[in-house]
């Protein structure tokens, strides 16, 4: 893919190629029809990436691909499931690197439940399913209440959590998550929540 997207300004007009093996960005450009450099990006960062694509927005998608292969350096646990990932930039368009990511953030708020019943890293899921409205760190986004404010619109008690979890609430675009995470994630998810809300200061 030649991107020709905004966001990244360093990087409109370089071939980008999503790399299984090498498990990164592939970041070519050229000159006088000949290749003149090559870098690779988020190298090692999210395990295979198996598909890459340019987004309205500017941004760059990534699927990845952690399963199958037997030469992956992804861990078994995190082998368990795969991801879908926007890479936005940071300030001035800066090429992306595993800090620039909203899928991942490795400074964890809270001595949260580390993992659930299948492996999968409390942290990861909330990341993945929760960030995009709730922030990185739980702390709102937008029009969406932070979640470590103390301040809670449907009950913060676990059980109201675990609900809301479960049942969403349509009229406000969150889905349902019943029937697509485990009993064990949405627990851990609630977990998650609160340990996080009592680091912040805002929990009992």
């Given at each position: 893919m030649f991107y020709s997207g905004?966001?990244?300004?360093?990087?409109?007009?370089?071939?980008?190629?999503?790399?299984?093996?090498?498990?990164?960005?592939?970041?070519?450009?050229?000159?006088?029809?000949?290749?003149?450099?090559?870098?690779f990006l988020l190298k090692n960062a999210f395990g295979?990436?198996?598909?890459?694509?340019?987004?309205?927005?500017?941004?760059?998608?990534?699927?990845?691909s952690q399963v199958d292969p037997p030469e992956s350096n992804m861990t078994p646990t995190e082998k368990g499931y795969d991801l879908v990932l926007r890479i936005k930039p940071a300030k001035g368009g800066t090429p992306p690197t595993a800090a620039l990511t909203t899928a991942i953030n490795t400074s964890a708020v809270a001595a949260a439940p580390a993992s659930t019943a299948k492996g999968r890293s409390t942290r990861d899921l909330y990341i993945q399913l929760c960030a995009s409205c709730h922030g990185n760190n739980l702390e709102g986004r937008d029009k969406v209440a932070s979640l470590i404010d103390g301040k809670w619109i449907n009950g913060g008690s676990k059980g109201d959590i675990r609900k809301t979890i479960m049942q969403g609430i349509v009229t406000k675009g969150m889905p349902a998550w019943q029937g697509?995470?485990?009993?064990?994630?949405?627990?851990?998810?609630?977990?998650?929540i609160l340990a996080s809300e009592k680091a912040a200061g805002a929990g009992g």
């Open positions: 905004k966001a990244f300004p360093s990087l409109k007009g370089h071939l980008l190629v999503a790399c299984m093996r090498g498990e990164a960005i592939l970041d070519v450009t050229f000159r006088d029809n000949k290749i003149a450099s090559y870098n295979r990436i198996r598909a890459l694509a340019e987004g309205p927005d500017g941004y760059l998608y990534i699927s990845t697509v995470l485990t009993p064990a994630e949405i627990e851990g998810i609630a977990d998650y």
